[in-house]
């Protein structure tokens, strides 16, 4: 007979009953940690949780489990002169990843998956969740970015908006990606209220010329991205942590 292919659900689309019952069959929650912020012109500017999100359900479609909203609000980067984009403090941030965090492993989740998209989200993963860890060995929390939440076991490239981002992106959610939108021909009106960052607040690598088609963007060219690129990297990730996250629950 066929297995059933695990199923997975959006927490906050569920009933009180619901939740214990994933509980039971899967105790498995997915939060994608992300940000609203400029990603060149060619992508959302959502591109960070979207990332998370889309990631997290592939991984869910191998282990079950469930999804939590995304967190839009992250902290820290390059592009807080940039329109469209949203920081916030540190401190709201870490207020809130300690404290939803905690609230899952009393609520009875076995493994808690803090995907981020933003990859200044590494470091405030990396002060607050060792310390919770350690309070809660019960509970497997696994963390990080893309490039880091495998450890060494897969680690794969990142950039902002370049050429691995837009890869990712376009195995992810091609329906919300126009490369066609890579062109020169903007002016400052790209900046909040037409004024751009002085040099000195400029982050090192970032395009910040509206009329270069880059722009906005730091690494390799992200005309040459492709799907098949993102995918490679992709099922990696996705395999590996779907493997660890049911090697860890059989043990139990």
């Not at 993963?125 to 309070?135: G, W």
């Not at 195995?171 to 909040?192: H, K, Q, T, V, Y």
């Not at 690129?229 to 043990?251: K, P, Q």
């Amino acid at each position: 007979m066929q297995s059933l292919q695990p199923q997975w659900k959006r927490y906050q689309e569920l009933r009180p009953d619901e939740l214990a019952s994933c509980l039971q069959t899967a105790p498995v929650a997915f939060w994608p940690l992300g940000l609203i912020e400029h990603h060149g012109w060619h992508l959302p500017v959502g591109y960070d949780g979207l990332k998370a999100e889309r990631i997290c359900i592939r991984i869910a479609e191998e282990t079950g489990g469930v999804i939590l909203p995304t967190m839009w609000w992250g902290a820290n980067g390059g592009h807080g002169d940039f329109l469209w984009t949203h920081y916030q403090s540190e401190e709201a941030t870490t207020s809130i990843l300690v404290n939803t965090t905690e609230q899952l492993i009393r609520f009875g989740f076995r493994v808690i998956v803090l995907l981020a998209g933003h990859y200044p989200w590494q470091g405030l993963l990396e002060k607050q969740l060792p310390t919770l860890q350690a309070k809660h060995p019960e509970v497997l929390l696994l963390w990080g970015t893309e490039m880091s939440i495998c450890g060494e076991a897969v680690k794969l490239n990142g950039d902002h908006a370049a050429r691995e981002e837009t890869s990712y992106g376009l195995c992810l959610f091609p329906e919300l990606i126009d490369m066609n939108a890579l062109r020169p021909g903007r002016d400052a009106s790209a900046w909040p209220q037409g004024d751009a960052p002085p040099t000195e607040k400029q982050h090192p690598g970032v395009c910040f010329d509206p009329n270069e088609p880059l722009f906005g963007q730091m690494g390799a060219d992200s005309r040459t991205a492709s799907a098949a690129r993102g995918e490679e990297g992709i099922t990696r990730l996705v395999n590996h942590l779907a493997t660890t996250i049911h090697g860890y629950l059989e043990r139990e």
